[in-house]
């Protein structure tokens, strides 16, 4: 089964834009939060600055997410700062760092979630939008079907790239809360159709099985993907509804949200605890059981909405320090939750960079990023020490270096080779075939 995550509003409204209600004239519409004027990218050698111009709708929150990282709209110690227009905001992000994703979120107190999603890799390039907004919907048609729906400005046209997906949240199987997205294949627990007009609307048919095992917590997720395919290349709109059929007020859950894996030295790192349920109270986190205070290069910011509680602290270099036991915590009258992970940080392996290693046939690649001064051992199923071929260091920050060795196929014998690599904050095991 399935859903997604947070939600938005804005009043298009209040910035003079006007749709065709197409027959759907009973639904209640809810504004994306935000209207997109312009996307503006420039890359100058290592050094890369975005520029996005919105029209926002009051109580409208705003935040970039780099790679997995979370980022505050106007934190100058991680490059991002806001310029107020007149009747719009330009939002500034400049990087210094290789990237592989980037976007500006947006959530409106509606639920609605915008996604722009910019092409790190495309030329610079100014783009000016028409004020492009949508705007989402969603009902229950019967006891056991729920229609979706999107309008938008300008209209959409079923020739263009565009689709229309659903997912749920469901706490069916376990007592811990569960996500699906919905597929459109025949099935026995659901069945669903969309329709590309200048609105787009779906319908989802549930089994009376699946409705009365999530009877007390299913929440229904509506997606709406623009491609855009250019220095902007895509937006994604996002709508969530509780669908329960027996709602019990204040009830919240934790997701199973988990911090990258991967952290090591240097690195920027996001951390972060998010409940969803009915009016949730508000979501702290602790480390090793004492309150994290926001410093420099600490950010801190928390969100709350109907259906959403969310807590996180990004760590602008990544460190010893930041390791530790953290937990979430949620007080409400009812009940307090709680939910933790363990934080390390460790050298990793980058299996990206190893599929484009430039290597023949008589070699295997092993590529690992950690501090200065990162090592790597390797040896056979015999426990003889491997000799590489080839041994290249890289410097990436004043903390950090990537290590390329090359190891020769024939170390392997037919078997794997088994690999540790070790910086000052600890080491990390790997299995080569």
Known sequence: MAVSNFLLVLSLSCVGLTFSVSGIQNEKWHDAGSTLKSVK????????????ELLLSPETQVEWIVDQTIIGSNEGTFGTSTTKLDNSVIYTIDLSTPVKYLELKSVSR??????????????????????????ASMSNINSTSFAAYFRCFPELDSRDSWYHSMAVFDRIQTDKVGYSTLQGEPNPYFNLTFERNTIAKGIVVFSDLILEMGKTFMFLD???????????????????????????????????????????EGKTVTIFCEALGRSPPSVRM??????????????IASRRTSL???????????????????????????????QSYRVEVKPIVCWDLMIDFNVTDETSPLVVEGSRGVNVDCSNYENDDVTFDTVKRTALTQWTERLEVTIPRSAFKMRRIDCTATDKNGEISIELY
Request: contains cysteine.
């Open 41 to 52: 990218k420039l890359t100058t050698g290592d050094k890369l600055r975005v520029q996005v």
């Open 110 to 135: 509606g639920n609605v979630l915008t996604r722009y999603t910019i092409n790190v890799n495309s030329d610079n390039s100014s783009r000016y939008f028409d004020d492009r907004a949508c705007q």
């Open 222 to 264: 509506s997606f709406l993907t623009l491609n855009i395919d250019d220095t902007l290349n895509s937006i994604t709109y996002a709508y969530l509804q509780d669908i329960s059929s027996i709602k019990t007020e204040k009830e919240f859950e934790f997701l199973n949200t988990f911090p990258d894996s991967e952290i090591s």
């Open 286 to 299: 602790k480390r090793n059981g004492m309150t994290i205070s926001e410093s420099d290069g600490v950010y």
């Open 308 to 338: 959403w509680s969310t807590f996180y602290v990004t760590f602008l270099h990544a460190s010893k320090e930041i390791e530790g036991n953290y937990s979430c915590v949620a007080e409400s009258e009812s009940r307090t939750a709680y």
